[in-house]
């Protein structure tokens, strides 16, 4: 293995890619010098620790994008109910929710292939205008009647959720391999991703359940196609915001080194990968299959316990709890550098679970005050957060090689997106088949918890240990190819001088 690093720092140069700017010339080769001549931190210059830094604020931008256009949908169903009584219906509701998670399956797959075969950047970049040509359908949704309407919605839903999608495997390996460039970064890669990925996404989250309210508010809390149209088109403003920086950005790094565009080993890299590759996607479907239903559905449990609500009341609540996910993915973000990314993991679902059974297992006396059942809830999603949440993304991302990164990237994440949809699906048949809401409520708590356990057992034992440098991950692969008789010659986007 030594020997096989040696011979990769000997072939690093920094390369003649013609549609990079100087700066980022410059960047590389500093990078790759600093790398194979193992130079002090001081010496690799500030150009690019702020290019990694900001290509991770970017992810993260992205990605808060998502998770605000995935949680509108849910705050606006009420209003559709009063807007449109003649078109909505239960399998239109189930559509709206499922078009932007499906599409999302889709788009985690088409840009987890794409973005190893032709670089980091034209995914990107791709991916965003597919979720703004969908929010912009989505907005701006009409029909000859109710149902027309709706259906132009998701279909304009499900555009922007291939968008999104595909923002997962690109945000996620462009944070990765951007917190790989500098030591000082890498030292910090596990909270600046968990910062970029989960955190990002559950910001847009309770972001979504603010500009609900905030909108509300502006129309004197009645229900009216501005606010939903608004709401929508909101969703658009991040992602052309950050379109004009991803024209402009350099593929990492890693890529540049060791990228493989043609005659793609498969059947070697599933030989060697096939439990890292369960392991990450087993654990991210079991992380949403329980967090998102109750994240989706926290406005709707609230309501049903406090029955007199109002709708302005039920979404504040359930933004009161979504909150909660914040310091929950800080919390891990900090604790995957300290103790590890599979520990991080495995901590975390063990105690969600944990939790998830004092709940379902004491729901009467809890709820009877209704402030500590809030608290509790909102713990209960924190710790979510706090292992599975943050640790799916970097542990999908760290397990595998440069050359195959987005393609198991995401895989796992549309098998995570997968059990998300069959969680919403089935979070409601749960609940109403047991006798009371009371009764359904502890249903849906403990086998959310049971989920959680399992996830657990998962995480300890099909996902590995990984070192903090990418690079040796790479050479370990190479030098897996090499002995089985695989060419290398052609490995990297940049040919070498």
Known sequence: MAQTEKALEAK??????????????????????????????????????VSSVLTVFVAGVALFSDGYNAQIIGYMQPLFADLYPDGISSAIKTRLSNSYLIGEIFGMLFFGVLIDKVGRRTGIFFATIFLIIGIVLATASHGKDQLGLFWMMIVGRGIAGF?????????????????????????????LVAMSTDFAVDLGFVFAGIVALIVLACYNQKSSEGVWRVCFGLGIVLPIAVVFYRLRMA????????????????????????????GTSLAWFFYDFVTYPFGLFSSTIISQLNPNNTVVQ??????????????????GGLLMDKIGRKQTMTLGFFLWGILGFVLGGALGPIQSVFPLFVVLYGIFNALGEMGPGVATFLC???????????????????????????????????????????????????????FAMVGGLIAWFFIPDKERDLEAEDARFKAYLEENGFDTSCYGEVQVR
Not at 26 to 31: A, G, L, M, R
Not at 314 to 331: A, K, S
């Open 12 to 49: 690093s140069s920094p390369g003649t890619s013609p549609d990079l700017s100087a700066s980022f010339q410059d960047e590389k080769y500093i990078s790759q010098e600093a790398s194979s001549l193992q130079l002090p931190t001081a010496a690799i210059g500030n150009t690019a620790k």
């Open 163 to 191: 968008g999104a999608g595909g923002e997962y495997p690109v945000c996620a390996t462009s944070a990765a391999e951007a917190s790989d460039e500098t030591s000082h970064v890498r030292r910090r890669r596990g909270f």
């Open 251 to 278: 593929n990492s790094t890693q890529f540049q080194k060791h990228a493989i565009k043609t005659n793609i080993p498969y059947i070697h890299a599933l030989k060697l990968y096939w439990k890292p590759m369960l």
């Open 314 to 331: 039920n979404i504040g609540y359930g933004t009161v709890i979504n909150c909660f996910y914040l310091p929950g993915c800080i919390i």
């Open 396 to 450: 999908a991302a760290e397990s595998f090689p440069t050359p195959l990164r987005g393609h198991y990237l995401g895989f796992a994440a549309a098998v995570g997106k997968a059990g998300a949809a069959i969680g919403t699906e089935v979070f409601t048949p749960i609940q109403d088949s047991f006798a009371n809401t009371e009764k359904g409520q502890q249903g849906v708590f403990l086998i959310g918890a049971a």
